[in-house]
């Protein structure tokens, strides 16, 4: 086990996008054992300062820093900059949290959700870099572990509901004005620029990039991931990944076949007892979890509306809700650092 007086300097890539500001959040709220913070940003971002534990720290130009001052480096400010940056830490013997597509397809790279497949980790050596997975396979593959433990999965059908914040905070301004322009009855004026049609009043059946098999970038991560969390290839999963006027939390209506049977009750259970899960389940009672209501801003993954597939006789349905930026993201990135230095350091 780790040393529980050691503390450790964290450098935070990203500082001042959306999940680099719950990170910061995280690390005073769980009492990460911290020594120096470095908060790390492009060069347009001098200047600015952003507070931990009561201390303004200053952003650092990411390109000037020197990350052997560092243990621990969270990056979470896009692909190509952890391409260009994240060897360079990794050089500098610096260990990764890594929270962008660049390195989950790796193979010596573990891609680990701490609630699933925190075995994986043991291999943080082969390159000192740990990849956090896509926010919306983060929360299904959580509600998913103790069923696949139970009884096991063969097939996964999901459609995702994701918000706007999963695109950054230019999107979260942008529903926020087209928003207020139709309100005001101004149809005419509205300007997208984050999304390629209106968001506002709107669902987008797209995120990120379409691929030759008509799939996007988003639902091919899913089943990616979803396969390599669970280290089973033979899982089937098709996804469907959309995007709604929601700010903040991730909804998905999931439909699984199990290789053996299980009833709703049982896998109620299940999930009542299983690591980072809340059951809201009472349809008679109007209880099920909502993004706005009861995700945004907890650790949880909430599930609700488990039932039995009515067209299918190994089938189960349930629906899942997370706080993308939270548990999607910054949360799995701080989990996963406990991890390591309760257990590896």
């Not at 139709?182 to 990039?209: C, M, R, T």
């Not at 991560?221 to 929601?246: C, G, S, Y």
């Not at 290789?259 to 809201?280: P, Q, T, Y």
Request: with cysteine.
């Amino acid at each position: 086990m780790g040393n529980k007086h050691k503390h450790y300097d964290i450098a935070i890539v990203g500082a001042t996008g959306v999940v680099g500001n719950v990170l910061i959040q995280l690390l005073e709220e769980r009492n990460f054992p911290v020594r120096h913070l470095y908060l790390l940003a492009s060069e347009q971002s001098l200047g600015l300062t952003l507070k931990f534990k009561n201390t303004k720290i200053e952003i650092v130009d990411l390109a000037k820093f020197d990350f052997s001052k560092v243990q621990f480096a969270l990056f979470s400010a896009g692909a190509h900059i952890s391409e260009a940056y994240v060897p360079i830490a990794v050089d500098a013997g610096c260990v990764v949290i890594d929270n962008t597509s660049q390195f989950r397809y790796q193979h010596d790279v573990p891609l680990v959700v701490p609630e699933v497949n925190p075995e994986a980790l043991m291999e943080w050596k082969n390159t000192r870099i740990i990849a956090n997975p896509n926010c919306s396979t983060i929360q299904m593959v959580v509600a998913l572990k103790p069923i696949y433990d139970a009884v096991g999965i063969e097939r996964v059908n999901v459609a995702t509901y994701q918000s706007v914040s999963g695109s950054g905070r230019k999107a979260i301004m942008e529903l926020l004005k087209q928003s207020e322009v139709i309100l005001q009855g101004n149809h005419d004026h509205i300007k997208s620029e984050v999304y390629p049609h209106q968001i506002a009043f709107n669902i987008l059946p797209h995120i990120d990039a379409f691929q030759e098999n008509g799939y996007t970038r988003e639902e091919m991560k899913m089943i990616w991931e979803t396969q390599k969390i669970f280290a089973d290839n033979h899982i089937l999963v098709n996804p469907t990944t959309v995007r709604v006027p929601v700010f903040f939390g991730h909804s998905e209506a999931v439909h699984i076949e199990t290789h053996d049977k299980i009833s709703a009750k049982d896998a109620r259970d299940l999930l009542e007892k299983a690591n980072g899960v809340v059951v809201m389940d009472d349809g008679f009672h109007n209880t099920y979890p909502t993004a706005a209501g009861d995700a945004e801003g907890q650790d949880a993954v909430f599930v609700g509306r488990i039932r039995e597939d009515i067209s299918h006789p190994r089938g189960l349905n349930m629906w899942i809700v997370a706080d993308n930026i939270r548990k999607g993201a910054a949360l799995n990135s701080i989990q996963i650092a406990e991890l390591l230095i309760n257990d590896y350091f």
